[in-house]
């Protein structure tokens, strides 16, 4: 099979061998996926992760169980064992023994086959197309914040970050009523905010005056974290996305003195993802900068890289 490999360096295999499901699995056949921040971060060293790429995808189930064989599914990403205290207790993406797809222990999905889990699985409705499928995983990862923390009509929040994933956490809190404003420093990112009627500020623009309720950190970079303290108030919350491969300089003592609440936020409800894009809630179209073939991966890698792009499919097996 064709894959996009990570050992150190990044490359194209044309004949890598196919991946090999386990008694548990699914084997699916990848129609799109998307380069996200993390996988920008893992050919920088982050998780110290070898394998193939990937793990934001749509594909269709080639062989498993008769009951999943030719769905049209998304998978998330944490696969776990059942078994541990975590799991038991319900907090499955905390599972002691888990692999995660494309980022820690486990081949991903920027591949012809990935082997996945069945209880990983999710059928998608034939009204969400392939484009809008792939932004399955990280649209999940954005309404985790608002499973995570109260946030109504009376929040005053922003969004620091207009990349792929600030972009979707914008349109999220934004259906709660809130009072929000989006922070970054790229225009072409501000202005497809301000185009969703989202109140848009470039950070040289910004006056911190740690007034937020809420402040969400999808910045992708280490310094994010020291700018979301800037602007949260005393005993609010950070939700903390970011996840870096080098680590940054941080002075933490404002978390302390002010007392604010940080959260870290990672996966998220894929039913309530997939049930938004059904409804055409959430704008991912509008998203999407770029497709390359598989077999152009260093070039879709470059252009994710490209600050004025915010999302990078790959097409790899189109319907």
């Not at 995660?100 to 209880?119: Q, S, T, Y």
């Not at 109260?150 to 929040?157: E, F, L, P, S």
Request: net charge neutral; charged share 25%; aromatic share 4%.
């Amino acid at each position: 099979m064709r894959a996009i490999v990570f050992d150190g360096a990044l490359r194209f295999e044309p004949n890598r061998t196919d991946a090999k499901p386990g008694d548990e699995d699914c084997l699916v056949r990848v129609h799109l996926a998307g380069i996200c921040a993390t996988d920008l971060h893992i050919i920088q060293g982050y998780m110290s992760f070898t394998g193939v790429l990937g793990h934001e995808m749509v594909g269709r189930v080639v062989s498993g169980p008769p009951e999943w064989r030719d769905r049209r599914v998304v998978c998330e990403i944490s696969c776990v064992c059942r078994e541990c205290e975590m799991c038991l207790a319900g907090l499955a993406n905390h599972c002691r023994k888990r692999t995660v797809l494309g980022i820690d222990g486990r081949d991903g999905c920027f591949a012809d086959l990935v082997a996945v889990p069945k209880r990983n699985l999710q059928v998608l409705p034939d009204v969400i197309s392939d484009e809008e499928a792939v932004f399955v995983e990280p649209l999940a990862a954005a309404y985790q914040v608002v499973a995570q923390c109260a946030i109504d009509g009376r929040t005053n929040a922003c969004v620091l970050g207009p990349g792929r994933l600030g972009l979707l956490v914008a349109q999220v809190l934004a259906s709660t009523g809130c009072r929000l404003t989006v922070i970054g420093r790229n225009p072409k990112k501000l202005l497809l905010c301000e185009k969703k009627g989202i109140q848009a500020i470039h950070i040289d623009e910004l006056v911190p005056r740690q007034d937020r309720d809420v402040v969400v950190e999808c910045t992708g970079s280490p310094e994010g974290l020291n700018t979301a303290m800037q602007l949260v108030r005393p005993r609010g919350t950070i939700v903390l996305k970011s996840t870096c491969a080098k680590p940054g300089s941080l002075n933490l003592a404002p978390i302390v003195i002010h007392e604010v609440n940080l959260l870290g936020s990672r996966c998220g409800p894929f039913p309530e993802a997939i049930n938004a894009l059904a409804r055409q809630a959430v704008d991912v179209r509008s998203l999407i900068s770029r497709t390359f073939p598989i077999d152009q991966a260093l070039e879709a890698f470059e252009a994710a890289q490209n600050p004025d792009n915010v999302k990078i499919l790959l097409k790899i097996n189109p319907r």
